[in-house]
């Protein structure tokens, strides 16, 4: 009998540490954040910090042109400085080349789609599409407490973060889990946000600016 009780006592006492550990887990959630396929993507991103505001538009999807079809990016990179008002504009459209397994860059330059093969125009083009990707993916691996949940919809989860005065994170309800805005806070208030004010997913019909004008 003095077995038995010893026995149930030592496997309480290695259950115990186990189920506060699994209940802690438990309390906190972790998502992955990943694009889909086809895509379109308005990215909108402000800091106190920086001098300019900068827009990111993405479009992500198989294209026919010519008669076949390609898979395609365009791109748009937009900046505004804040002070002086000067804007800056590019238009990209990237598209995958089959023979060579990789993309071909083409640059708008306001009459016609122009191939691009110069590093610092890769760099910006890369650029576009990486703000994009990265900020969407933002939250892989952040670790929230799911008491921490403050509005949920049908389209996010929205979630405070952080210490004493906590950003605000947006992540999609749904299989990708794109970090759809975060909001920087310090103790004077935001000062800085990057949001997609549009994002489609698994599908695109939005017409490709000046896609009739393309020509390999």
Request: net charge negative; proline share 2%.
């Amino acid at each position: 009998m003095k077995k038995k009780i010893l026995s149930f006592v030592f496997v309480l006492a290695l259950f115990l540490p186990l189920s506060a550990l699994l209940s802690a887990c438990a309390s906190d959630v972790r998502y992955i954040g990943v694009l889909p396929d086809e895509y379109e993507a308005d990215l909108h991103v402000e800091n106190d910090n920086l001098n300019y505001v900068y827009d990111y538009s993405v479009i992500r999807r198989t294209e026919n042109i010519q008669g076949q079809d390609h898979l395609v990016y365009y791109a748009k990179y937009h900046h505004k400085n804040k002070e002086t008002l000067d804007e800056v504009e590019e238009e990209w459209l990237l598209v995958w080349n089959e023979s060579v397994g990789n993309w071909d860059f083409y640059e708008w330059n306001g009459n016609n789609w122009g191939l691009r093969t110069n590093s610092i125009d890769l760099f910006y083009i890369k650029d576009t599409i990486a703000a994009v990707r990265d900020t969407a993916t933002y939250m892989t691996g952040v670790e929230i407490k799911k008491s921490d949940l403050i509005n949920e919809t049908d389209d996010y989860l929205e979630y405070e973060w952080g210490g004493k005065y906590p950003d605000k994170l947006k992540v999609s309800n749904n299989v990708y889990h794109v970090c759809l805005k975060h909001e920087y806070n310090k103790k004077e208030g935001i000062y800085a946000t990057e949001e997609f004010t549009k994002f489609v997913f698994d599908e695109s019909t939005t017409p490709i600016p000046h896609i009739a004008e393309f020509h390999f």
